[in-house]
């Protein structure tokens, strides 16, 4: 039976072999805790985790001492959040289509005292700067805006919501986890506080991620867990090495490949988008392409129950009726805030193209997803 046709790159990643290659050595030989230098495996484990810190940080323009690793941008975006306004107070602010890390964790700062605003999108997923410019108090202390939706792909304008956020003297942290390396992004140049990253949406490995802290959010931050104060105290625990040198690679991977990789992407994408838009009901989500992410299609197939479509383009193409962390909960709070009614959203599609996506897997997905549209209908 052939490998499915995987499409939902906005999920995860599948691990690139050149990530698997630069693993296996600290899987099986170079076993050493970091924490230990005191002998040559400890030295050699300290020696790549800190290669890896300079890798990632390469990646987004930061500065290697700004890194922080964790285990992937949920425990990133908590670090951030809570990190900073645990028993604080004060007044933060997000967007409506907001990932569920981040949205959960402000609603969870919420009960504990916390003020909170929720500023809401245009049908095409994008925040409007204004919005947020008044909505800003002068007891403001944080603002979380996600780079890249990882369900409509929308682009947020982060360079101008910057400069808003630093007016009022507030700190800006991004859930920038979606399409790093393939949409620019550099912290010092976007005036970006804090960003959360992570290893399984770029071709590295599961379950390890990052935060990076600049200069002034670091001195604010408080950590969430305690232990052997691992990653300058805001961070306790053993490294993973085995995941942070994969982080690493995948990383320069993306750095040195990501532009070409993403024109690759919008190709491909703007094939199946063509071939998809051609068939009955079809009703393209989203923003324009220059604020799209570039593997992502958002499909609404009017009359088409979006899971029931999922279920019958499996096991030849694996594709989502919307964000993995939050497909179990049967919530469309993304589409809904879109404009879209509680009926229509429940009929959107997310597919995602990826690396290893090929012209032939565009050709047969569209014609598995054609013959899928068209056997739900008929029933």
Do not use: W
């Amino acid at each position: 039976m052939p490998a499915p046709i995987y499409l939902d790159h906005h999920a995860t990643t599948p691990i690139d072999p050149r990530v698997r290659g630069a693993v296996r050595a600290y899987l099986e030989e170079e076993f050493g805790n970091p924490s230990n230098e005191l002998h040559v495996l400890g030295r050699n484990a300290r020696a790549a985790v800190e290669a890896a810190r300079a890798e990632v940080a390469a990646l987004v323009g930061a500065r290697a001492r700004d890194v922080i690793f964790t285990s992937g941008a949920t425990e990133s975006d908590n670090l951030a959040i809570q990190g900073l306004l645990r028993g604080r107070g004060g007044h933060a602010i997000t967007q409506a289509t907001e990932h569920d890390a981040v949205f959960e964790t402000l609603r969870a700062m919420e009960r504990d005292g916390v003020a909170l605003t929720v500023l809401p999108v245009s049908a095409e997923g994008l925040i409007d700067p204004d919005s947020l410019r008044r909505a800003i108090r002068p007891e403001t202390r944080l603002v979380s805006i996600m780079h890249v939706g990882n369900e409509v792909g929308a682009i947020q304008p982060i360079a101008e919501i910057a400069a808003i956020v630093h007016d009022s003297n507030a700190l800006l942290h991004v859930d920038a986890a979606q399409g790093t390396g393939l949409v620019p992004l550099d912290v010092a140049a976007l005036g970006v506080d804090l960003l959360s990253l992570s290893a399984h949406k770029m071709y590295g490995p599961k379950g390890v991620g990052a935060l990076v802290a600049g200069s002034r959010a670091r001195a604010e931050l408080r950590p969430i867990a305690f232990g052997g104060g691992q990653e300058d105290g805001l961070r306790s625990g053993t490294h993973d090495v085995p995941g942070i040198v994969g982080f690493g690679e995948a990383a320069r991977l993306m750095r040195l490949e990501g532009r070409e990789e993403a024109a690759r992407l919008r190709a491909l994408r703007d094939e199946l988008r063509a071939r998809v838009e051609g068939f009955d009901g079809a009703i393209r989500l989203g923003p324009p392409d220059e604020r799209r992410h570039p593997g992502n299609v958002y499909m609404r197939f009017a009359g088409v129950h979006a899971a029931s479509l999922v279920r019958a383009l499996s096991p030849t193409v694996c594709a989502s009726t919307g964000s993995s962390c939050a497909t179990g909960k049967d919530t469309r709070r993304i589409a809904l805030a879109l404009g879209l009614s509680p009926h229509e959203a429940k009929e959107t599609l997310r597919l995602c193209v990826g690396r290893f996506n090929t012209p032939e897997d565009i050709e047969v997905a569209a014609e598995t997803l054609g013959a899928a549209l068209e056997s739900l209908r008929v029933r």
